[in-house]
DNA sequence: GTTCTTGCAAAGCATTTGCAGACCT
DNA sequence: AGGTCTGCAAATGCTTTGCAAGAAC
């Protein structure tokens, strides 16, 4: 399924509208490659189009409960988000100089998780684990 | 060495002031048992003494930077400190439900960021592993 | 005496809200 | 037709800032 028709079936399922905006906002998000935040997607869409940021606000948390994108912070207030759709379970690495974003999987969390679950009471739901430190690439190291 | 002791080095080896309100402030924060936000602390303080909210927030950046503290954030809004003495490096589990936060220690995540430094050339700095979930206490069933 | 710190009130900033008009269904 | 959604502007809430008075050195 496009990620389209899971909003298109989400709204359905929800009774949600069909808005024109609505389906604007997904495209632009699918159209970014990675983690964006509001203002550089409202900026993105409104060179072309013209969506208020109250909707940007609302329909963002739309998307995130329908799962069709995922929010995340870093260092207590960065707020960003990223396309959810087809993607692996993956953590984040944050340059604290250039702050680009890189992401990795490691089987190992999952034994954290589990491990939690089985010596405790405490049923695990989501994590979020962010790793800060120095990419050292080209562009960031200037 | 005291937290005290600890704040007057800081405080001297930076050329700030030894303030009454500093002294106070410390007092409060190693007086509270676990995780406190702003206006916990706030509140605290001020049904004994009188200290303003923009002197708290000045010192708590102040005495994070002296690693008296320590400042975590959960569920992409939520900020709180804790006391960074005499703790060893910990995660977080967040009830989903009540709000507890607990903590917890596991050797896999050094192990973790120990292979990120092997296989990238990202130099890890710090990290923040943050669990939410339902923690099942009494207090939290209800 | 000089410089830093405090406290207040105002300013900032990101996000939310209220509401009138627009538009999905 | 009826309820939902959008867009605007105002409101909110948390944090920072500017500045005058006070305190540390």
Redesign the pocket.
């Known amino acids: 399924m496009t990620a389209k028709e899971l909003l298109n079936k989400y709204?359905i399922d929800n009774?949600?509208?069909?808005?024109?905006?609505?389906y604007i906002i997904l495209k632009y998000i699918y159209k970014t490659q990675s983690h964006f935040?509001?203002?550089y997607l409202y900026n993105c869409i409104n060179k072309k189009e013209?969506?208020?940021?109250?909707?940007i606000?609302?329909?963002l948390?739309m998307l995130t409960k329908a799962k069709l994108i995922k929010k995340s912070s870093f260092n207590d207030t960065r707020?960003v988000y990223e396309k959810a759709l087809n993607k692996t379970q993956h953590d984040h690495l944050i340059c604290n100089q250039c702050g680009d974003i890189f992401e990795f999987c490691d089987p190992r969390i999952k034994n954290i998780l589990d491990g939690i679950e089985k010596i405790t009471n405490f049923r695990v739901q989501n994590h979020s684990l962010n790793i800060y430190g120095q990419c050292n690439n080209q562009k960031c190291k200037k």
Chains 1, 2 share one sequence.
Do not use: M, V
Request: aromatic content about 4%.
């Open positions: 709204l009774n949600l509208r069909q808005t024109p905006e609505r935040d509001i203002d013209k969506i208020s940021k109250a909707t606000y609302n329909n948390e707020i």
